[in-house]
């Protein structure tokens, strides 16, 4: 099974900016479809942005369209996640997973990986 780790978090201030990286542990992570999540204390997680494995379908929350972008290095299979504009409601505890990914949503299954999570801080 693919296995995923994130990093990149750290405290920003409101404004900054953080790219976060899911590498995957097998070479055919380039071939699946990925998501990152975010689970914020007492809240619910939910999907952030998700890309396809090959053509080019992304899905962003429409709270972050405009201010993240997510995009894949197959050479270094990775799949980033460029946080812009980053705000306090930003902040939360993000995660990468397998997934299948739709301009609608991404969906996961018991049988998806996901990584350990990477902590984001937004705050002055």
């Known amino acids: 099974q693919v296995q995923l780790a994130e990093s990149g978090g750290g405290l920003v201030q409101p404004g900054g900016s953080l790219r976060l990286a899911c590498e995957g542990s097998?070479?055919?992570?380039?071939?699946?479809?990925i998501g990152w999540f975010r689970q914020a204390p007492g809240k619910e997680r939910e999907a952030v942005s998700c890309?396809?494995?090959?053509?080019?379908?992304?899905y962003y929350k429409d709270s972050v369209k405009g201010r993240f972008t997510i995009s894949r290095d197959n050479v270094k299979n990775t799949v980033y996640l460029q946080m812009n504009d980053l705000k306090p409601e930003d902040t939360a505890v993000y995660y990468c997973?397998?997934?299948?990914?739709?301009?609608?949503?991404?969906?996961?299954?018991?049988?998806?990986?996901w990584g350990q999570g990477t902590q984001v801080t937004v705050s002055s």
């Open positions: 997973a397998t997934v299948y990914c739709t301009s609608f949503a991404p969906s996961t299954t018991d049988n998806d990986a």
């Open positions: 097998e070479f055919f992570l380039n071939y699946r479809d």
């Open positions: 890309i396809s494995s090959s053509d080019g379908i992304t």
